[in-house]
């Protein structure tokens, strides 16, 4: 038994301490926006907020994450899309076939909360996730996009 707090709300969940959390997520709490796609923490289709840091869920064992630990969805970023970044994706029309933009969004929201007004070369360097599509012009435009609508 795990007392967890996922996106504001805390749940028990009767999980062995080494299932990842993406599974706990997906499986347990009904939260599927965060999708599998490698299970070793390189492509970020399953990339969650915890405590405001972006991580890949997939490789992430719920018995790391403590009680006091905050978990943020996509479900929880902001319930009714709009969030600067989720605006921006579909302004842009960001995602090509979007199995890897939940990711690509929990980690842009990550980058855009520290860093506010990121450059072309921090958006590299921060933003790993990958997308078969090749949508990373459109993703770079959509994070420079939603920080002009920050306040």
Request: proline letters at 5%; aromatic letters at 4%; one cysteine or more.
């Amino acid at each position: 038994m795990a007392n967890i707090n996922v996106n504001g709300k805390t749940v028990t969940v009767d999980v062995d301490g080494a299932t990842p959390l993406l599974w706990v997520l997906r499986e347990y709490l009904d939260l599927t926006g965060a999708k599998y796609g490698c299970g070793i923490a390189a492509c970020g289709a399953c990339t969650v907020h915890v405590n405001g840091e972006a991580v890949r869920s997939c490789a992430l064992p719920l018995e790391a994450v403590a009680a006091t630990d905050r978990i943020v969805t996509i479900e929880g970023l902001s319930p009714d899309g709009t969030h600067p970044v989720q605006k921006a994706w579909l302004d842009l029309d960001v995602p090509q076939c979007g199995y890897c933009q939940t990711g690509m969004i929990m980690a842009a929201a990550a980058l855009l909360a520290k860093n506010p007004k990121p450059t072309d070369a921090d958006i590299d360097a921060e933003m790993s996730n990958i997308c078969r599509c090749g949508t990373y012009q459109r993703v770079r435009a959509g994070i420079h996009q939603a920080a002009g609508r920050k306040a």
